[in-house]
């Protein structure tokens, strides 16, 4: 064997790799193959566990899904059917709204805060570093598990925040967070917010440590406020970073199923089913997993649009890293 | 930009350098006490045994570990089954990830370039959509209610993470070690097995924690890919027990409490690496 990859692959992008000289064995294709041989399993578990899904999801929403249809493995094509019939359904249209909403605040709320934790906590302070780790565990533990210590928190009648509410006098009755329609997708941002401050903050932590200490002085020079500073230097420099916080968030935010499902199951009232949660409840509540696919395959159209604004952040960030 | 000042010779400013950064630290723990409140909310109403349907106390004056029986009684095997199946998604994802990842930073085959956008974009596929198939075709295969089924499936949490997170390390590996071992006779796959290994441990261990939590933490596929309680993780148990056992808060959070163990762990043994990984993971 030669070293013909290992020389000159410092550049994956680079086309003369493809040309590289032929092992000893004389025969071109053989360390090219034994090479793609690392990567293979890895693309056949990747088609099989994303791409087929893809696919798969497209043929299904054009399928007439029964609850007896793993029994008998009949699912007929139906055309347009499922289509028709989730995009006209009130509940589909609520789902986006509620979506979108949920989307929107979540991100605000996350960004906004992890953003100020993250300018505060790059001052130099005794335990910052401890705190900020600490900071992470909200992030870390099981969504499922956060949304069953919330649902507790926000019981109307004995969670601690009514009582404490009431305790300090702002209201005289707590309000009916998660069980009521009017608030409990309010609610729901709250919790989703919570669960996502760690994240925005730890990345946009490390964007502000890569800032050239030389340009706050240059302003400090110049005689900027710490306001002027931060609008003027520290969010232009931080703008790819925000971009990939804001984009991943996004992309975690607008699939959300877990959170949802274990504080309202969608309720009350349907008032926070979101594209995810019907989707669930249409496959695997009502078995029609055929409009299940169709739900699912708009989710995918909308992430797929915030896929290449992701791609092209990360290709930046690509060009100036490695 | 602190230290730029603290450099200053006189007494004066240093104290009132210190005064501020004290008030810093006890701004950062009243923000602390804040945001961990819901997780000492937890703590707190676990070690309190006779919480019913009624309120809870602020501190747990009279502390037991009788919930933490009880939840320990009921969801014990749940967690040792979030276990196994955390672990066997772990090596699944290391066996597929590692090679892959040498592969892509090392043999500059055409096309990787493609892979690892095609990588980064698998992390955008919602997860409901992939069980929404993936039911299909496990009822076809059998995988319903298996472990295998629900290993696999999660493995697929932290396929993508692993492999960016393990190429961007293998890059920085001079290939002046993997020659020198090729040199001494070793082919390309023992010189990787051999030298690269053992050389990206670091990057190994943070991408097989976070699969780890990944999985552990997963909830959809558990869900969605069990229509009976063969196999039953620790988050569809405590969902599972939300819905049956809503009078038993105390027995609730003390399951909350086991199954937020590992993401303690994590952080306490493994601080550096999750910083590491949550930013190289998903911003590199």
């Known amino acids: 064997m030669t070293t013909t990859g290992t020389a000159v692959s410092a550049d994956p992008a680079n086309p003369a790799a493809a040309a590289a000289p032929p092992g000893p064995t004389g025969r071109p294709g053989r360390g090219r193959l034994f090479q793609w041989l690392f990567i293979a399993p890895a693309l056949l578990y990747m088609a099989a566990f994303f791409g087929y899904p893809l696919v798969r999801n497209i043929v299904m929403s054009f399928q007439h899904f029964t609850p007896t249809t793993y029994f008998t493995g009949e699912a007929p094509f139906n055309g347009l059917d499922n289509w028709r019939a989730v995009l006209s359904d009130q509940l589909f249209t609520d789902a986006l709204w509620h979506t979108a909403v949920f989307t929107a605040g979540s991100l605000l709320g996350q960004f906004t805060i992890g953003l100020a934790l993250a300018v505060f906590f790059s001052r130099r302070f005794p335990l910052s570093g401890l705190v900020r780790a600490v900071l992470l565990l909200p992030w870390l533990v099981p969504m499922v598990v956060s949304a069953v210590v919330w649902r507790r928190i926000l019981d109307q009648e004995h969670g601690i925040l009514n009582t404490a509410l009431q305790a300090a006098g702002l209201v005289q009755d707590g309000p009916p967070w998660l069980s009521s329609p009017s608030t409990a997708l309010f609610a729901t941002i709250l919790v989703n917010i919570w669960i996502g401050i760690p994240f925005n903050m730890v990345i946009l932590y490390g964007g502000l440590q890569e800032i050239p200490r030389e340009l706050y002085e240059a302003a400090s020079l110049d005689g900027a406020s710490a306001w002027r500073t931060f609008r003027s230097v520290t969010l232009p420099v931080l703008r790819p970073v925000i971009t990939v916080v804001l984009v991943l968030g996004f992309m975690s935010t607008v699939k959300i199923l877990d959170l949802i499902l274990a504080l309202t199951s969608g309720g009350p009232a349907d008032s926070t089913h979101t594209l995810g949660t019907v989707t669930y409840q249409l496959s695997f509540l009502q078995l029609d997993f055929g409009r299940g696919a169709v739900v699912g395959n708009v989710l995918i159209l909308i992430s797929a649009v915030f896929a290449v604004l992701y791609l092209r952040a990360n290709r930046a960030d690509f060009g100036q890293g490695k | ?284």
């Open chain 2, 1 to 284: 930009m602190t230290v730029t000042t603290a450099t200053t010779t006189t007494g004066r400013p240093r104290a009132r350098q210190r005064g501020r950064a004290l008030g810093n630290t006890a701004a950062a723990l009243l923000i602390l006490a804040v945001l961990l409140f819901p997780v000492y909310w937890m703590l707190n109403t676990a070690l309190q045994p006779d919480t019913g349907l009624a309120g809870t106390g602020w501190f747990p004056a009279d502390p037991g570990a009788e919930n933490f029986g009880t939840a320990l009684r009921t969801q014990g095997g749940s967690l040792l089954t979030s276990f196994a199946v955390a672990l066997g998604a772990v090596a699944v994802c290391l066996l597929l990830a590692a090679p892959a990842a040498y592969g892509l930073a090392r043999f500059g085959l055409r096309g990787g370039r493609a892979i690892v956008f095609g990588t980064l974009i698998t992390q955008m596929v919602p997860g409901i959509v992939v069980a929404n198939a993936l039911y299909s075709a496990y009822a076809e295969l059998g995988l319903v209610n298996t472990y295998p089924g629900l290993i696999l499936a999660d493995a697929s949490l932290g396929l993508p993470f692993a492999i960016v997170l393990l190429r961007a390390f293998m890059v920085s590996i001079p290939g002046e070690v993997v020659e020198a071992a090729l040199v001494d006779g070793a082919n390309r796959f023992t010189a990787f097995v051999r030298v690269v290994l053992p050389m990206s441990r670091n990057a190994l261990i943070t991408a097989g924690l976070f699969t780890f939590l990944f999985a552990w933490s997963d909830f959809m596929f558990a869900l969605t890919l069990n229509t009976t309680d063969d196999v039953r993780p620790i988050t569809l148990g405590i969902y599972q027990f939300v819905g049956a056992h809503v009078t038993d808060w105390g027995a609730v959070m003390a399951t909350a409490v086991l199954s937020a163990v590992p993401a303690a762990v994590l952080l306490v043994v493994a601080q550096k690496h999750i910083a590491a990984g949550v930013t190289g993971g998903s911003v590199k």
